[in-house]
């Protein structure tokens, strides 16, 4: 039986967390096909994390002080006429999957998607990431298009699957 995780923290992302969530998004670039990258990301990804604003907030959890998970909320597209659909994603360490860490980083964004106004939330998950997508399934989300081999990772094929949720 495991011991009993310690209580997580959720916060916003500083500039301080760019090594951590570098390391975590970089881990599935390399191994997984959690990532649609298959190279480290490098500062494009702190970039992103560092351009964030009040309507688009990125999030680190956070258990004993390491920073475990990263995530958050981004426009699904730059159209103002969209604004009420963002898109989510966020990933674990692999040795905290699977202890509700995803649930509760989910709605922290779900909320705060809410008081934004906004209506939809989308997620871009990899056809190989099976977990993923029984993830999203079970959190309210339905798959609502698909890319059919729209990427080559690892020498094998995936599709890219949009799921939706109304909130």
Request: aromatic fraction near 12%; charge should be negative; glycine fraction near 8%.
């Amino acid at each position: 039986m495991q011991n009993p995780m310690p209580s997580p923290l959720i916060r916003r992302y500083t500039p301080e967390d760019a090594e951590a969530v570098a390391a975590i998004i970089d881990h599935f670039a390399l191994n997984t096909f959690v990532s649609y990258n298959s190279q480290p990301y490098g500062k494009m990804i702190t970039e992103r994390f560092n351009t964030q604003t009040d309507d688009y907030p990125n999030y680190v959890v956070e258990i004993e002080g390491k920073v475990v998970s990263s995530g958050g909320l981004r426009p699904v597209h730059p159209g103002d006429t969209v604004k009420q659909t963002g898109e989510i994603g966020y990933s674990f360490f692999p040795e905290y999957t699977g202890r509700g860490l995803g649930s509760l980083l989910l709605e922290r964004i779900e909320t705060d998607a809410r008081t934004l106004g906004m209506i939809s939330l989308v997620a871009s998950i990899s056809s190989r990431n099976e977990q993923s997508i029984a993830f999203h399934l079970k959190h309210g989300f339905v798959e609502c298009g698909r890319f059919r081999r729209a990427g080559i990772k690892f020498d094998q094929e995936f599709d890219i699957v949009w799921m939706q949720k109304f909130l």
